[in-house]
Every structure is written in C-alpha cells, then in structure tokens.
C-alpha cells in the first residue's frame, strides 16, 4: 500500500485545511523519497543550454534579446510542464475513492499549488543561477524591486508557475498519463507559434496569441531586458552577409566602427515596441495577466476534478 492509498486513512474527517496539510506532507515525502527533485538537475542543463546558445547577445541587443526573451520563456514553460503534467492523472483511481470518502478537491489541488510553487521557485532560482555562471551578463535596475535580479525572478517564476498550472489543469481533465503526454507536445506547439517571435502573426492568429504565456511572458522578459533602449545590429548583420558583394563590402570598410556603432542604434530607434516600453505599468501588466492565467486554469483543473466520481473505469 502506498503514501497515496494510506494518507487518509490517517484523518478521514480532517477538515480543508487540515486535509492540505496531510497532502502536502505526502507531496514532500515523494519529492524526497520518490525522486521527483529530478526535475531539478533537468532544469540546470536546459538552462545551460540556452545560455549556451543565446547567452551572447542576450541583454546586449534588440534581435539577441528579442530570440533570448523566447529561449527564456520556452525553457519556463518546459519546466513548469514537465513538473504536474502527470501529477493528478497517475492517482485518478485513488483520488476517486478518497473523494467519497471525503477528500475535499479544494484542498488536494491547493496542496498541488503550494508545492509546485516550491518546486517553481528552486527551479528559477537554479536557472538564473546558471545563466550568471555561464558568463550571460545582467542588467543592474530593475523596475519593481529596483534590482534587475528579483525582478527577473518574478518574471521567470511567473511564467513558470502559469505553465505549471496548466499542466495541472490537463492532468486533471484526462484520465491517463498516456492522454497527457499525447496532450503536453501539442500545448508546447501552441506556446511557440503563437508566441510571435519565431513566426510573425497578423490578424485572428494575432488576436490568438493574447491567451498565450508566451506572449506575456516575452513580453514580460523584454520589459524588464529594456529592449528599447537596446542597439540593433539588423542593418549591420545583413551588410557582413553580403560582403561577397564588392560594392557593400567597401561601404562596409568606409563607415569604420565608430559609424556602425551609430547604424545601430539609429536603426533601434525603428524597431521600438511600444508594448516592451521600460515602464512599472508594463511590467505589472505582464505580471497579472500571467498571474491571472494560473488562477483561471486551477479553478477550470478544480472544477473538471470534482467530476471524478463519474468516471466510467
């Protein structure tokens, strides 16, 4: 019998409250016990691979930024994934009887909340942790806290937190963990073509893309980066691209460091976005939309629960 069969066998007649607690208790034992800190190394080594490949530029200029802010998120949203898409749906049978026996669904998926944002938290914290020893340079200010760090922990926590959430919200309306892991690849679809970086969106996609987290959370990661004030090396990476051409490559050489320095940031001054402006108000939008994603999809994950009792097997 295990830690889930036996839990409330304990206080059957535990209130809310008390019945977060106890399975709480039990989510931390698995984590210790079961080995569910995997999720942590697994966080380390995505985080050094997007460090890796994007640790150059990003924070130095507008298209480094603007790719990085992407890598960011898409990393986010893997971790926060991977951490609960399975979750409810292994223990569907037991949380069944328990819920007959008195199981309160408010309190199992509350003690769900709470320890994945623990496990969010670590997660964060080891990914800003490696992009500082992978040598990506960070901002100092920040908007909120007035530091660029917490700031950006916020952010990344954020977005990882309402991608948790959604997961748990699909382990609990599916019914196996085969139908989330056939479900998880096609949300991570989603999140990257509707993000609006890697693919440019116009009309309906447009409007589409406003119930992603990763257009709030590029959004989010750009405020904070000051994508604004960043130089562009647009004009200047496409003149180094046709220097085959006898004619660009002399203009090249005529315009000297000091003038390509001024190319950039003349041609940043046309690719501003209004929406990455380096505002409080920003950025606090960004953070309550994606707050807001996390409250809607644990009431939908809730409400979709306290239907267990119908299932047919």
Excluded at 8 to 20: C, E, I, M, P, Y
Excluded at 128 to 155: H, Q
Excluded at 240 to 268: F, H
Aim: hydrophobic share 50%.
């Amino acid at each position: 019998m295990n830690i889930t069969e036996t839990i409330f066998d304990k206080n059957r007649h535990a209130g809310r409250l008390g019945q977060t607690r106890i399975y709480l208790g039990k989510l931390f034992r698995i984590f210790i016990h079961e080995k569910d800190w995997k999720v942590l190394p697994m966080s380390a080594l995505i985080a050094f691979m997007v460090a890796y490949v994007v640790g150059k530029n990003m924070f130095i200029n507008m298209e480094g930024t603007k790719l990085g802010s992407l890598a960011f998120v898409c990393c986010c949203i893997w971790n926060g994934f991977f951490n609960s898409i399975q979750s409810v749906c292994r223990e569907r049978a037991i949380i069944k009887r328990e819920h007959r026996a008195g199981l309160h669904i408010t309190s199992y998926i509350a003690a769900h909340m709470i320890y994945q944002a623990f496990l969010c938290i670590l997660q964060v914290m080891i990914t800003l942790a490696v992009y500082w020893f992978a040598g990506m340079i960070f901002p100092t200010e920040g908007l909120v806290t007035g530091s660029f760090v917490p700031d950006m922990m916020i952010t990344l926590f954020l977005i990882t937190y309402a991608s948790d959430m959604m997961a748990l919200m699909v382990s609990c309306i599916v019914r196996t963990t085969t139908s989330a892991m056939t479900v998880m690849p096609f949300l991570l679809i989603v999140q990257l073509v509707f993000a609006g970086v890697a693919f440019p969106l116009h009309g309906i996609p447009e409007k589409l893309s406003n119930a992603t987290i990763s257009k709030w959370g590029i959004y989010a990661v750009c405020t904070e980066s000051n994508y604004n004030a960043l130089p562009s090396t647009l004009v200047i990476r496409e003149l180094q691209m046709m220097q085959s051409i006898p004619a660009v490559k002399e203009l090249y050489d005529v315009l000297g460091d000091e003038n390509r320095e001024l190319l950039e940031e003349y041609t940043a001054q046309y690719l501003q976005i209004e929406d990455y402006d380096y505002r409080v108000n920003n950025i606090l939008r960004e953070w309550a939309v994606l707050a807001a994603f996390a409250a809607l999809y644990v009431l939908i994950g809730v409400v979709s629960l306290e239907f267990v009792d119908y299932d047919k097997r």
